[in-house]
């Protein structure tokens, strides 16, 4: 790596899907695959929400903290986005080549962010989650929470998040 790129600043949302693109009672069966069982919910149906709060922010990268990389792999999750926020997906903080499965299950969402910001090292980030079980409490500042049930289509997490990257 050149010293140019060394020296850019990296900007990093750590993104969950289950409670933030969607409502958070998402199930897998081999009859209905991955589904929702809220009536009139629909998978990623808040991304165009998520899309538009970036856009003004082409330097904002993206990592997925959410179990669907565990489960169904890296590019199976990342291919859930739509094209403009996939282009902006730089990894996920599952890595079974840095953190054993058993030891990364283990780990609350907030520290496997945390492992992952100490490994990654961005200069600014932040996190979208409807999990703040056991979130270090050094980094709650980092976290904007989402309702499982409304995600990104609460306005008040719409407002925190265009809030925050305004500081950015």
């Given at each position: 790596?050149d ?6 600043p ?23 695959g ?16 998520f ?45 079974n ?72």
């Amino acid at each position: 790596m050149d010293q140019t790129t060394q020296s850019l600043p990296l900007w990093v949302c750590y993104f969950d899907f289950d409670g933030v693109t969607h409502d958070d009672a998402v199930y897998t069966s081999p009859e209905a695959g991955i589904h929702i069982r809220t009536p009139g919910r629909t998978l990623f149906e808040w991304l165009p929400i998520f899309e538009e709060l970036l856009a003004p922010y082409p330097d904002v990268k993206i990592v997925l903290c959410t179990s669907w990389v565990r489960v169904f792999g890296f590019e199976f999750a990342k291919h859930q986005l739509t094209p403009s926020l996939q282009s902006r997906v730089i990894g996920a903080t599952f890595h079974n080549r840095e953190t054993p499965k058993f030891a990364f299950d283990n780990m609350s969402r907030g520290m496997q962010i945390c492992t992952d910001v100490r490994r990654r090292k961005p200069t600014r980030w932040f996190a979208i989650d409807n999990d703040d079980h056991a979130w270090p409490a050094g980094y709650r500042e980092n976290l904007i929470k989402t309702d499982d049930r409304l995600g990104l289509s609460d306005p008040g997490v719409q407002d925190a998040i265009q809030k925050l990257l305004a500081s950015f």
